[in-house]
Structures are given as C-alpha cells and as structure tokens.
C-alpha cells in the first residue's frame, strides 16, 4: 500500500500531508468517510505511517497532515501565524474545506491535537466518529518537563534548537528506541524555524482554558468515540479518561497495556485493528 507526499497551498500556508487510497477505497467512498488523522508535539504526519497502511489495505482513505510549524508544512513567524489554538482551529477548518472533507472520522495523538478534538466539538456535524489516542482531556494535566522546558526564555530557545531534541521527546514518551533511519526523516532543526514555532505552539497552548472546553464538551458529546490509551503513559494518567468514559455511554475504552505516550509509534498492527473494528460498525 502506497502512501503518497503531497503538498497543497492555502492562504499564504503550505500544508504537506501524507495520504493512502485505494480502488476499493474508491469503491466505499459514498459510504465510508475519510479517516483524518492528527499528530501531536513535537511529531509530526510520519508517526501515523503504519497505520495509514493498514487503513488503506481495509479500503479507507486516510490523510495525515503536517500541522503548520511542524514536520513539511510551513513554519512562518508569529507575527504571521500566531501559533495559538484559535488560530491552529481556523487554519484546520481551511485545510479540510479546500480538500472538500465535508464529513470524516477524526484521529488524534499527543499534545496540540487537543486541538482536533476542540474541531470536532465545535462542528459535530463534519464528524462521523472520534478516536483518541493519549491527549490531553483534563484541566488538571500539565506539560511533562520535556515540553515545559520549551517555554522558559532563553532556556526554551537553547533547547528547541537542540539536535536531539526529537530523539530525547519521542523516546522518552514512547520508552522505545526509533530508529535512526525514522528519525533522518523528520526535518526538525534543518532550520531554526522549527524550533521557533515549536517553542511558540508550546507557549500557547493554553491548557488552562482549552482543556476545560474539552473536558466538558466530551461529557455531553453525542458521536461514537473510542479512546486508545497506552497504559505506561509517563505524562498522561488514565483517571480522568474513565471518569469521562463512566460519565457518558457514547465513549468507550481500549486499553495498551505497554504502550506509553505514542502509541502509534510502536503499536499500529493492535491500534489498526481496533480502529479498523470501531469503524465499521
């Protein structure tokens, strides 16, 4: 199954995403929805390759952007994109109008793709199905001290300009080694600019209020969702996720039990399998 690389300009942004089809996607597309699928900090689209292939062998079209600031997609200044969740919704909601995706199931992962779900929650008409995978859902998470760091001055612009910053992040998260030959594919630090806007996206996340719209938002959400969660997840717990889930009949929950922060990265063939289930039904 081939992924194709494109890259597509929309207001003054260049967005790259990879995308899997298929004859038999093509087949289903009036009764299946395209799977969309959100990266968090500091990925970026490539942490979805495995399972974009299993979605595109089972006749789903799947897209995974770059979110802009990180992995190929545009990393202009802040005084051009100001890196802040309202902004990330409007520039999202461009991305999926210009690609005529008037209708998907949502994939999200990590810190930002909060900002997938604040999406889904504020056009609940566009959504056929949520999948969450280890992202922030409570007011009372705070940022692991990996990322925290990003957003002290001076030490946060020393350390997003940090070659292993990338290696130290995902590892770290994942508690797996990545190989080298996966990370040579993330362009991080090929120039300062991706530090920048990684420093500037982190700064403004604004947990404080994005997390409480989310938090109460998934209580009353009414579109079936699936949260996988990797159980070791050095940064995210698991209580408020069944809290969430015992408060709302529309949620459910499979567990990873080995898997920590991204998933995805090291456990696509259980995740696709899942996801796979939960989307055909």
């Not at 925290?148 to 300009?161: A, C, E, R």
């Not at 969430?244 to 259980?270: I, R």
């Amino acid at each position: 199954m081939k992924i194709t690389e494109n890259t597509i300009a929309i207001a003054d942004l260049n967005w790259f995403y990879r995308e899997v089809s298929s004859e038999l996607a093509s087949q289903l597309a009036a009764e299946r929805s395209p799977v969309v699928l959100l990266h968090g900090l500091p990925s970026q689209s490539l942490t979805w390759s495995g399972l974009l292939e299993l979605l595109g062998e089972q006749g789903w079209r799947a897209i995974a952007p770059d979110w802009i600031g990180s992995g190929f997609s545009s990393k202009p200044e802040k005084r051009e994109f100001a890196y802040t969740p309202e902004v990330y919704l409007e520039a999202l909601g461009d991305f999926l109008t210009t690609l005529e995706l008037s209708k998907i199931s949502l994939i999200v992962q990590g810190f930002l793709a909060s900002v997938g779900i604040q999406y889904a929650l504020r056009h609940p008409e566009q959504i056929e199905r949520l999948i969450i995978l280890n992202t922030p859902l409570s007011p009372t998470v705070k940022l692991p001290w990996l990322m925290k760091q990003w957003t002290i001055p001076f030490l946060g612009d020393m350390v997003t300009q940090d070659p292993l910053l990338i290696d130290r992040t995902l590892e770290g998260g994942s508690g797996f080694v990545i190989s080298d030959a996966r990370l040579d594919i993330y362009p991080f630090l090929k120039t300062s600019a991706s530090g920048r806007a990684l420093l500037t996206t982190t700064k403004n996340l604004n947990f404080a209020k994005t997390l409480i719209e989310i938090e109460t938002g998934l209580k009353q959400w009414q579109k079936p969702t699936l949260l996988i969660w990797g159980m070791q997840d050095p940064w995210l717990t698991l209580d408020p996720v069944e809290a969430l889930v015992a408060q709302n009949p529309q949620l459910e929950l499979f567990k990873l039990p080995e898997a920590k922060h991204y998933p995805q990265e090291h456990w696509p063939q259980e995740i696709g399998e899942a996801v796979i289930r939960f989307l055909r039904r």
